[in-house]
């Protein structure tokens, strides 16, 4: 199984021995292409990974992908880049048809694209995209990591906190339904603490009520623990980043350091 037919489903297959380390001492993910935050210059086609289906991605969309330049026949060079759907908002992605067999919705295929890199949205949980470009996409209270069928919350990279109800058959073809969403309206980062607040609660998230009235009347409370968990071992070792949300342990796929 190669490292992108694992990480499409299920990102933790199996218990193995929990460790712990730091972010600053965690290996990262080796390849010629940057990780990051971009922005779509302009609206352009890509596809879905495994497929040769058409998405979207209109100008101005904010996105986490990596990308890299390569040469064309001609000696023309080009970009190129593979994005995290994901965290990308449902408005967006709601037209977009059902993966082929032998492909997933949770990526783009790695194909020519129009983004240029552009600073974190203070509202992301994670700031720098050291080692996977799909870092804090899919936060979840256990290190499985299965987006395709198991409870999460994401915050989307235009601003949105959405949560997605486990289901109960696995799904990974079809773009999810957040079954509550709201739009986030204030954010506050001091440390390793991001509070964001918004008008009314998210069913699934455990944020709080701290107002009676006007635009922040809940706020989420996100805690970035400095030590990063890591299970499995040998050739199944998985990096987490660790979180403290609502007092509770929350995970996001950090890297595969072997």
Do not use: C
């Amino acid at each position: 199984m190669t490292v992108k037919q694992w990480i499409t489903g299920t990102v933790a297959l199996g218990l193995g021995l929990i460790a712990y380390g730091t972010l600053a001492n965690a290996a990262t993910a080796t390849n010629p292409f940057d990780s990051g935050y971009y922005q779509a210059t302009k609206t352009f086609k890509t596809h879905l990974y495994g497929t040769a289906q058409n998405i979207t991605i209109p100008k101005g969309t904010i996105v986490q992908a990596r990308t890299g330049m390569r040469t064309s026949k001609v000696g023309q060079d080009y970009q190129v880049g593979e994005m995290d759907l994901l965290n990308l908002n449902y408005s967006l992605r709601k037209t977009w048809p059902r993966a082929n067999a032998g492909g997933v919705a949770n990526m783009s295929a790695f194909n020519k694209s129009s983004l240029k890199a552009v600073a974190a949205p203070k509202y992301m949980p994670i700031q720098q995209l050291t080692a996977s470009y799909t870092t804090g996409a899919v936060i979840t209270r256990k290190m499985s990591q299965n987006w395709s069928k198991d409870a999460w919350l994401t915050v989307t990279t235009d601003g949105y906190v959405a949560h997605f109800a486990a289901l109960k058959k696995a799904n990974t073809r079809s773009q999810r339904k957040p079954d509550s969403v709201a739009k986030v309206t204030k954010t506050k980062r001091s440390g390793s603490t991001l509070s964001l607040y918004y008008r009314h609660h998210v069913k699934g998230v455990p944020d709080k009520r701290v107002a009676k009235t006007g635009k922040a009347q809940y706020r989420l409370t996100i805690v970035t623990k400095k030590e990063m968990t890591t299970n499995g071992d040998g050739s199944s070792l998985v990096n987490y980043i660790n979180f403290k949300i609502g007092g509770k342990n929350y995970y996001t796929f950090y890297n595969m350091p072997n």
